[in-house]
């Protein structure tokens, strides 16, 4: 079973930056749909970004522009590069992995927690 350890979040002032990294316990990051989600308190989980195995990527309507997913193959992991960050951004992050676009996402794990205010 593929695990997966996300870190890299924490508090930072608006417009500030954070990048999270997501780690893979096999070297699944180059062959793998990998995908960053978050959950805000109160509401549904929701798809920020996904990147393919051929290096396709998707955004959010709401963070485009602004985040960037890429993956390391060599480190087996898949990273996020939040900038321009808002309040409306705080919430804990997960990411996940499928073996395609048609198969379904693994379980989740612990999250990373990103707290964006002055």
């Known amino acids: 079973q593929v695990q997966l350890v996300e870190s890299g979040g924490g508090l930072v002032q608006p417009g500030g930056s954070l990048r999270l990294s997501c780690a893979a316990s096999g070297s699944i990051v180059s062959i793998y749909h990998m995908g960053w989600f978050r959950q805000a308190p109160g509401l549904q989980r929701e798809v920020v970004a996904a990147?393919?195995?051929?290096?396709?990527?998707n955004y959010a309507d709401s963070v485009k522009g602004r985040f960037t997913i890429s993956r390391d193959n060599a480190k087996n992991t898949v990273y996020l590069q939040m900038n321009s960050l808002k309040p409306e951004d705080t919430a804990v992050y997960y990411c996940n992995a499928r073996r395609s676009v048609w198969a379904a996402w693994g379980s989740w794990g612990q999250g990373t927690q990103v707290t964006v205010s002055s």
């Open positions: 990147i393919t195995s051929d290096g396709s990527t």
